[in-house]
Antibody
Framework: EVQLVESGGTVVRPGGSLRLSCVTSGFIFDEYGINWVRQAPGKGLEWVSH????????GYAGSVRGRFTVSRDNDKKSIYLQMDSLRAEDTALYFC???????????????WGQGTLVTVSS | DIVLTQSPATLSLSPGERATLSCRASQNVGFYLAWYQQKRGQAPRLLIYDASNRASGIPARFRGSGSGTDFTLTISSLEPEDFAVFYC?????????FGQGTRLEMK
């Protein structure tokens, strides 16, 4: 069974930093790209970041570029999102989601975690 | 960035009825459009990709159609478990973008 489990969400002050983790199982991790998608409370979905299967292709939404850094550890079957210079508008439930095709950056998301909540507040 | 506009914002129907949800793109996205269903407190679920292909395990009552700038998700006969928020998403142009969602509620 494919599983993605996020962790690391908490309350952080504006300007602070946080590192989210996404641990996966049930599929060949190093064949798939993984994305971060967020959802502000009561709002819609916003794509945040993508890292491809081997980590040599990375992309960010304009709203987080220069502040967020995505990485992967294929030995640990995990994805990380380092979030710096956090703002109130970064408050959201952060999901990790798998690309639906292996080896291809197809930006369709077929398996999702349950999300981890990040709250940026003083 | 491409903008996806979904309509209506809210759709009130009864089980057994047919639901028609619309997604309009601000520019041509070809067939590179997906639909997701999100129930309250859950992660989104991929329903349709490439405009008309059902994802694994998705019932046949869900049908996607359209191309270019106009897309439709049709649910032929609503089941009680279908009521949720539905999002379209394009992948033709970077960055991937979601629509604002349509809430399908039980009348």
């Amino acid at each position: 069974e494919v599983q993605l489990v996020e962790s690391g969400g908490t309350v952080v002050r504006p300007g602070g930093s946080l590192r989210l983790s996404c641990v996966t199982s049930g599929f060949i991790f190093d064949e798939y790209g993984i994305n971060w998608v967020r959802q502000a409370p009561g709002k819609g979905l916003e794509w945040v970041s993508h890292i491809n299967w081997n980590g040599d292709s990375i992309g960010y939404a304009g709203s987080v570029r220069g502040r967020f850094t995505v990485s992967r550890d294929n030995d640990k079957k995990s994805i990380y999102l380092q979030m710096d210079s956090l703002r109130a508008e970064d408050t959201a439930l952060y999901f990790c989601a798998r690309d639906s095709s292996n080896y291809v950056e197809n930006y369709y998301f077929d398996y999702w975690g349950q999300g981890t909540l990040v709250t940026v507040s003083s | 960035d491409i903008v996806l506009t979904q309509s209506p914002a809210t759709l009130s129907l009864s089980p057994g009825e047919r639901a028609t949800l619309s997604c309009r793109a601000s520019q041509n996205v070809g067939f590179y459009l997906a639909w997701y269903q999100q129930k309250r407190g859950q992660a989104p679920r991929l329903l349709i990709y490439d405009a008309s292909n059902r994802a694994s395990g998705i019932p046949a009552r869900f049908r996607g159609s359209g191309s270019g700038t106009d897309f439709t998700l049709t649910i032929s006969s609503l089941e009680p478990e279908d009521f949720a928020v539905f999002y379209c998403q394009q992948r033709d142009s970077w960055p991937p973008v979601f629509g604002q969602g349509t809430r399908l509620e039980m009348k």
